[in-house]
């Protein structure tokens, strides 16, 4: 209404006939969250964002080249999880960059699983990608994050450094460290993710 008011005047005096006051006298909707919060829509979409980034991160972790859609498998799914998907394929399969999603009971040979609330689907990556390769490659990123998480043990345990190192330094060096497990901890998912591969 503020931005084109002639437009909206004229719309609230003719779509009804006993209107008193007009639009710009009338009061503001007030709303509850109860009407403003579709719990059903909300879960919905929280499925398909669950999906979209189990889909993704699989994909990043092992490599996939990001312009490929790679073909999906469900391999079993709820009725909650079938109409979620339906509801929200176009927005899921663009933005997990996935192609077709077929049906099957079994996961095909070299793939990967994703699971989600009520649903468990596979990603064919075996011939996708070179699985040795990328098994190495993890592996060698992997021994070069070990190191330097040895190296960010070894300074915080050390008593010297604890003691004259200013608590901001040592506050950073923790925060690094943090970070470098959290590193780890994917990058070791990843290579159990390969082994499931093949």
Not at 39 to 62: F, K, P, T, V
Not at 129 to 152: C, F, P, S, T, W
């Amino acid at each position: 209404h503020p931005f084109m008011p002639f437009i909206t005047e004229e719309l609230w005096g003719t779509l009804a006939d006993n209107r008193t006051k007009m639009l710009v006298h009338a009061d503001w909707p007030t709303y509850t969250a109860a009407d403003l919060v579709d719990d059903a829509a909300d879960a919905e979409l929280n499925w398909a964002i669950s999906l979209i980034e189990g889909i993704r991160s699989a994909r990043a972790q092992m490599n996939v080249p990001v312009g490929l859609y790679v073909p999906v498998v469900m391999q079993e799914a709820d009725a909650g999880a079938k109409a979620a998907l339906a509801n929200n394929q176009t927005l899921i399969t663009r933005l997990a960059r996935i192609g077709d999603i077929t049906e099957s009971a079994e996961a095909p040979k070299g793939s990967i699983t994703i699971t989600t609330k009520g649903a468990t689907f596979a990603l064919p990556l075996a011939d996708i990608i070179d699985v040795d390769a990328e098994k190495a490659r993890v592996e060698k990123v992997l021994g070069k994050l070990q190191k330097e998480l040895g190296g960010l043990r070894g300074r915080l345990n050390n008593p010297k450094f604890a003691e004259s190192a200013p608590e901001e330094v040592i506050e950073e060096t923790r925060a690094n460290l943090a970070l470098r497990e959290e590193e780890e901890a994917q990058l070791k998912a990843a290579l159990a993710r390969l082994a499931e591969i093949g």
